[in-house]
């Protein structure tokens, strides 16, 4: 039985999916929805003017260039200065809310999934949250499966599914589990599908190609998903996911690490941080295709843009004009490296 999934995701990531990230990415992916990455607020209200600086999108009705909405994450651990900023990001733009309850980090001290301890100021700030904006403002949630186990779901779940809250959207993984392979736990989101007072879940986790999507939506019994490390290496993903397009091909998605390359300049990013930037598109791509694990350790030597786009130039006409090279590498991508599955130092 195949899956036809209603929503599909760009999901957030702090230093890796800033906005010209979301721009190129959904220039490529038709993805109902990208977020930006979590903003922090501690005491105080957040300025407006940092709220447009970390979304910029919301200067354009709160897309991407490429039409894509996008939601705005905030992480934080007292109720009423993330309402108020929640408020204020409103006033510049944002149609949607996403509250950050999965973050790992040791640099979060009581934030993200540090919460997901305590049930009850889970409650208070999403209902604070929902309170004082308009009902027509989306307003989700997204966590981990528990701090230490899975077993903690059903009290979350208790706590967050807030009336009037739109989407609950599930890392299936607890905070302790952090990014391994082995604590991939989908049946866990599968078994609270009818205790969310209504509230749509989105599944997340692990979701790297189509079969992977369609197993995950047959054991979590939800058709949203959100998708994030493996974006790079397929940035068609939705398309693919929605069985509409096969995946890109290699030369493709370095012609689009350097269509991001070129996004960077234009916003005028001094050439070491482009460069950095470039070989983060790249070093997630090869974590997911096996493909460009040689070319990365290359490129990865290059120092300058002029090598870089060098280097880029020759593998891609390569590529090109070498067919059977493409299909042998083909078949490498079937191999995917279980490097994969790791996570960022600080999410
Ligand atoms: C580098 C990196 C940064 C992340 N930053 C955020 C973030 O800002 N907010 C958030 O809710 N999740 C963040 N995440 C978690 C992802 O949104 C997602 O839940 C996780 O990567 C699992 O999905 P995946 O297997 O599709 O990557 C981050 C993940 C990575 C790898």
Known sequence: MTFKLDKIYLAPMEGVCDAPMRKVLTHYGDYDECFSEFIRVTTDVLPYKTILRDVPELKEDAKTAYGCPCRVQLLGDESEPLAQTALRAVEVGAKGIDLNFGCPSRFVHHGGSMLLKEPELLHTIV?????????????????????????????????LAVDGVDELIIHA????????????????????????????????????????????????????????????????????????EQPLSMDKVLQIAWEFAQELESRGYPEKSLMDRLKQFLGWAQKYDGRLQEFFRTFCRSQGTLEAQQLLETKISDLINNPQAAIEATNAHNDMPEERFSGPRTE
């Open 127 to 159: 209902s604070r949250v929902r309170e004082v904006l308009d009902p027509s403002i989306v307003l989700s949630v997204k966590f981990r499966l528990g701090f230490l186990d899975a077993d903690e779901l059903p009290t979350i779940i208790k706590a």
């Open 173 to 244: 993984r607890t905070r302790k589990d952090l990014y391994k392979k082995e604590g991939l736990n989908w049946p866990a989101i599968g078994s609270i599908i009818g205790q969310t007072n209504n509230i749509p879940v989105v599944a997340n986790g692990d979701i790297v190609d189509y079969e992977s999507s369609q197993q995950c939506a047959q054991i979590t019994k939800t058709d949203r998903q959100m998708i994030g490390r493996a974006v790079f290496a397929m940035p068609n993903i939705p398309q693919v996911l929605r069985g509409q």
